[in-house]
């Protein structure tokens, strides 16, 4: 009788957890795209993953940071630089993101992956910068300035948002920084 009993109370339990899975109450984020951002919705993908895609072209401010993977066994062929920006502040909030109030959470990327990282150096930094950086000379190097982004994408995946686009132009006042090894990365 207590077999039957404990069976009932497990029964009982998770059927309103597969309830709600059957039947479709399950809850998804809701995409933002705040009116100033300049950028127009062209794809949504919802599960497995939450992607949007946008057309148009937005101003951003931050700090561009183009690097080197760092191996301990110096470059490599096959190794290709990494160029990201770091939104300002300020900037974050006005580009697309992911708002799921079910969950308490907001998925508002911090930085941006750019997806033309070699054209991406040689728009911001100087000929000469540009040419070691791309060579290999340099390690790492950072800039903050106002880029122009185009082919904005954006998404949630293992709980932590993340995006890409592509840059075309930029307005650089700030002399650049550069660095043998990761150490201009930084937190």
Known sequence: MKRFLLLLLVMIATCP????????????PTLVVPKGSGLTTSDVTPDPTETASFSGQVWVRGVLLAQWPD????FHQEDKIEVSLKLDEEERRRLPYYDWPEWSRT????????????????????????????????HVAKVHAKFLLTDYAIGVECDAP???????????TDVAQIGGKSDLVGC
């Not at 309830?19 to 479709?24: I, K, N």
């Not at 191996?71 to 110096?74: P, T």
């Open 17 to 28: 957890v597969l309830a709600d899975s059957e039947m479709g109450n399950q809850t998804t």
């Open 107 to 138: 998925y508002i990327p911090d930085s941006i992956d750019i997806t033309n990282p070699e054209a991406a150096v040689k728009i911001v930094f100087p000929k000469e910068l540009s040419t070691s950086i791309l060579k290999k000379k340099v």
């Open 162 to 172: 993340w995006a890409r686009a592509k840059l075309v132009s930029a307005s650089v």
């Open 71 to 74: 191996g301990d066994d110096g």
